[in-house]
């Protein structure tokens, strides 16, 4: 039985000095803040397009692992939405460029890597059938002086 294909990342790249953007997020709204765009990329780097719905229950969990209240949530997008930390897709999902640039990334090695150990594909090393006996032998003799 093969191994399921892996899907998003396990750890994603977290900066000991935060930028301006998230030094404005977390002025504005303090710590509920700082844990909301946590959240968000937890979300967005478990997914291999990295994008973040809020539609239906996705919103409700995101809020509540967030610990924060639905007005607040709205005013923190919003804001996110205004500097630059988050953009809307055309399909109504949250994303950041930065996300997606480190995705297409991990993406284009793991396809690299399948291809080169030909993962998903039938590898030419091990024969499908077993080979016919042609009586020549593989090993090699040694001359005896």
């Known amino acids: 039985m093969s191994r399921p294909i892996k899907e998003g990342l396990d750890y994603f790249p977290l ?4 930028d301006e953007k998230i030094q404005a997020l977390e002025s504005v709204f303090k710590n509920n803040g700082l844990v909301w765009i946590i959240k968000f990329w937890q979300t967005a780097y478990r997914s291999n397009n990295g994008e973040v719905s809020f ?3 996705h919103g409700v969990i995101h809020r509540d692992n967030s610990r924060v209240t639905l007005e607040e949530h709205k005013k923190i ?3 996110c939405l205004e500097i630059g930390l988050v953009t809307k897709t055309n399909s109504g999902k949250y994303t950041s460029n930065g996300i997606k640039k480190r995705l297409e990334y991990v993406m ?3 396809k690299r890597w399948r291809i080169k150990h030909k993962i998903g594909v039938l590898s030419p090393i091990i024969p499908l059938e077993n080979p016919e006996e042609t009586g020549e032998s593989k090993v ?3 001359k005896v002086k």
Do not use: A, P
Request: proline content about 0%.
């Open 15 to 18: 900066d000991v000095v935060f």
């Open 108 to 110: 284009g090695e793991r």
């Open 140 to 142: 090699k003799e040694r």
């Open 77 to 79: 997008l919003k804001l």
């Open 55 to 57: 539609n239906d229950y």
